[in-house]
């Protein structure tokens, strides 16, 4: 199966300050990625769409100016918290879409973001 | 995208198969049956997926009924690392450039 890195696996930061999160398929080129955040003991939400080289589909209640998603290439996607506050501690988590022959999304192995 | 229901919990005895059931009452016929696996702390892994027809691959086998309306998940031979949180979800089509609606799922316990 194809593979996707996330990058930091883990950060804690100040409140106030901003963490950009990386999100890379390694081995195909993914035209869609997706961003999801996962609390404790919770299932995992899904926070927008992102297509090579358009514009995040957000979803309902996600606030867009908070969490910037930029996918530049095929390969690669961010997601920056911007202004970061406590309760946006939680495990962030993108997956990859769109390759050919497959069936399947393919999930990176998470971030977990701590707010101080 | 349909609704799916899942028991919050089930165990397992090592070595014995895990039978995981779905309900998907409200499927359309354009939708197909997903499932991923969630370890603690991981990234979800895809498992398998059906329309009609039951399925089986290295992993796991997908029992569809007749109507569509339910599904069950089997793991043949369960291991203590098959322990994680099992997701149904039903979504249209099978590329994979359509959003994923994860529900509570079923947390799986293997035990010795």
């Known amino acids: 199966g194809a593979v996707v890195s996330q990058h930091p696996s883990r950060v804690i930061c100040k409140s106030g300050t901003s963490v950009k999160i990386e999100c890379r398929s390694l081995?195909?080129?993914?035209?869609?990625m997706f961003w999801y955040r996962q609390f404790p003991k919770q299932s995992l939400m899904l926070m927008a769409t992102?297509?090579?080289?358009?514009?995040?589909?957000?979803e309902q209640g996600v606030e867009k100016d908070k969490f910037l998603i930029n996918h530049a290439s095929l390969t690669l996607s961010t997601l920056t918290v911007t202004s970061a506050h406590p309760e946006d501690s939680s495990f962030y988590i993108c997956?990859?879409?769109?390759?050919?022959?497959?069936?399947?999304?393919?999930f990176g192995p998470g971030t977990r973001l701590t707010v101080l | 995208d349909a609704k799916t229901t899942q028991p919050p919990s089930m165990d397992c005895a090592e070595g014995r198969a895990a039978n995981l059931p779905c309900n998907h009452s409200?499927?359309?016929?354009?939708?197909?049956v997903y499932w991923y696996r969630q370890i603690h702390s991981q990234g979800p892994q895809y498992i398998i997926h059906?329309?009609?027809n039951n399925e089986t691959n290295e992993m796991a086998s997908l029992i569809i009924t007749e109507d569509r309306k339910s599904s069950t998940l089997i793991l043949p031979h369960a291991t203590l690392r098959d322990t994680a949180v099992y997701y149904c979800?039903?979504?249209?089509?099978?590329?994979?450039?359509?959003?994923?609606?994860f529900g509570t799922g079923t947390r799986l316990q293997v035990t010795l």
């Open positions: 059906g329309l009609k």
């Open positions: 997956s990859a879409g769109g390759q050919e022959g497959y069936n399947e999304q393919f």
């Open positions: 081995d195909f080129q993914a035209t869609t």
């Open positions: 409200t499927i359309s016929g354009n939708e197909y």
């Open positions: 979800i039903v979504r249209v089509g099978s590329g994979t450039a359509s959003k994923l609606t």
């Open positions: 992102s297509n090579e080289g358009s514009k995040a589909t957000y």
